[in-house]
């Protein structure tokens, strides 16, 4: 199974809620990510979990709160978003350890828009 | 800091012709290169990887790729281009392979296969 799972797959929110987007692979993967994605642009890294440990945050504002609770969760937690935080969320997973040579697996994605 | 270039926004092919998207890199040691695939609205699919060995990759749906050394390039052919190819293509780095998760995405092509 390399299948990485991703709800809900639509969420549109005004900019004073709180929501979560999940996350779920079980490839026995312990490396997770979180990227944004604007329309026809590369995906921009936001987090990346390495063994259930927070490794790399790049400088993402504080709305924005990642939590790995096992190695096959991952969620981001969204509260006060922006207009501009509209964008395409994906998640992937990787192998972590051994030959640092493995390919990224990513979910569909989920289409943020904030009102 | 490691980098790919990607220098064609958009490659334009006719059905049942080789199509080529090309991908440049700068990296300091080994390379680890990748290429996805991404559909509308859908998250990134692994196509195939260079780590080490022969220079000619073969991957997913009859693409291949062909890494040069001389010229740091790594690109993305097919013998026979298909309508369904029609997607965009993102060339991608491996970040210091002994240190973090971090992949380095290239700005994506957009490939139209012409019937």
């Known amino acids: 199974d390399t299948e990485v799972t991703q709800t809900p797959k639509h969420l549109v929110m005004g900019m004073t809620n709180k929501k979560s987007l999940k996350c779920e692979q079980h490839?026995?993967?312990?490396?997770m990510y979180w990227y944004k994605q604007k329309a026809k642009k590369p995906p921009e890294l936001m987090f990346v979990y390495s063994y259930e440990k927070l490794s790399i945050n790049e400088s993402v504002p504080s709305r924005f709160s990642p939590e790995c609770p096992n190695s096959s969760l991952l969620n981001l937690h969204l509260h006060a978003l922006q207009p501009e935080d509209s964008a395409l969320y994906l998640c992937a997973s990787s192998q972590a350890q051994g030959i640092s040579s493995y390919e990224q697996y990513f979910g569909p994605g989920t289409r943020l828009t904030v009102t | 800091a490691q980098s790919v270039a990607q220098p064609e926004d958009q490659v334009n092919v006719a059905e049942g012709n080789p199509l080529t998207v090309k991908c440049t890199y700068s990296v300091s040691g080994n390379p680890y290169l990748f290429w996805y695939v991404q559909y509308p609205n859908r998250g990134l699919q692994f196509l195939l990887k260079?780590?080490?060995?022969?220079?000619l990759v073969k991957g997913s749906y009859g693409f291949e790729a062909e890494f040069n050394k001389s010229q740091t390039s790594f690109h993305l052919k097919k013998p026979s281009a298909l309508v369904s190819d029609s997607a965009l293509y993102f060339c991608?780095?491996?970040?210091?392979?002994?240190?973090?998760?971090?992949?380095?995405f290239g700005t994506g092509t957009r490939l139209k296969v012409l019937a």
């Open positions: 991608a780095v491996r970040d210091s392979p002994s240190g973090t998760y971090k992949y380095i």
């Open positions: 490839m026995g993967h312990r490396a």
């Open positions: 260079y780590i080490t060995g022969d220079n």
